[in-house]
């Protein structure tokens, strides 16, 4: 089983910070990136930002300047710095892991429960 435990969302004021972790954890063989999307009522879940464990980093263009994601690879955590918040980056975000689960296997997505960030203006 993989498990991810996402914490760090809440209530923030426009133009405050919040930080996002998320921690993954059983049994896997390797991770191909973790990021994070958020989904907003009534819309699709997007992607808010990507990390391969090849060093690429993705930024969704909504966050470009704002946002950092960082990874710390050896307690499998991905955090999410979220900057200069907007009440449109109100939603609930939730945590992605990209793994194989055996060597031969091919990766598949994981998701966290979600965490709600509010922002209020």
């Known amino acids: 089983q993989v498990q991810l435990v996402e914490s760090g969302g809440g209530l923030v004021q426009a133009g405050g910070s919040l930080r996002l972790s998320c921690t993954a954890s059983?049994?896997?063989?390797?991770?191909?990136?973790m990021g994070w999307y958020r989904q907003a009522p009534g819309k699709q879940r997007e992607l808010v930002a990507e990390?391969?464990?090849?060093?690429?980093?993705n930024y969704a263009d909504f966050v470009k300047g704002r946002f950092t994601i960082s990874r710390d690879n050896a307690k499998n955590t991905v955090y999410l710095q979220m900057n200069s918040l907007k009440p449109e980056d109100t939603a609930v975000y939730y945590c992605?892991?990209?793994?194989?689960?055996?060597?031969?296997?091919?990766?598949?997505?994981?998701w966290g429960q979600g965490t709600q960030v509010t922002v209020s203006s």
């Open positions: 059983g049994s896997f063989f390797s991770i191909n990136a």
């Open positions: 990390s391969t464990s090849g060093g690429i980093t």
């Open positions: 992605n892991l990209k793994a194989k689960r055996v060597r031969f296997g091919s990766a598949r997505d994981y």
